[in-house]
């Protein structure tokens, strides 16, 4: 099959790109490491794939509507919130 008969295929079969879905499956694999680890925003550019953090940086806030820094704040206070629940 030529590339362009997949690209037609995969496209008409799944609705998006393959460029799309792997950006998608990129940007789910950094939030998760975002919300649950330490690890410095580089670390986590390089493990979703990105040479570059600030390439990452953008990818990122474009597909999720916020920077790193803000995903990581914002998922330590849901859990913070999440901790003083359960305690209660």
Known sequence: ?????????????????SADLLTDIRMT??????????????????????????AFQRAFKARMGVSPAAFRREAASRRARDEQSATA
């Open 1 to 17: 099959m030529s590339r362009a008969t997949f690209i037609r295929q995969f496209q008409s079969r799944l609705g998006r790109t």
């Open 29 to 54: 694999l950094a939030a998760n490491q975002l919300g649950s680890s330490s690890a410095s925003t580089l670390a986590v550019a390089e493990s979703a794939g990105y040479q570059s953090e600030a």
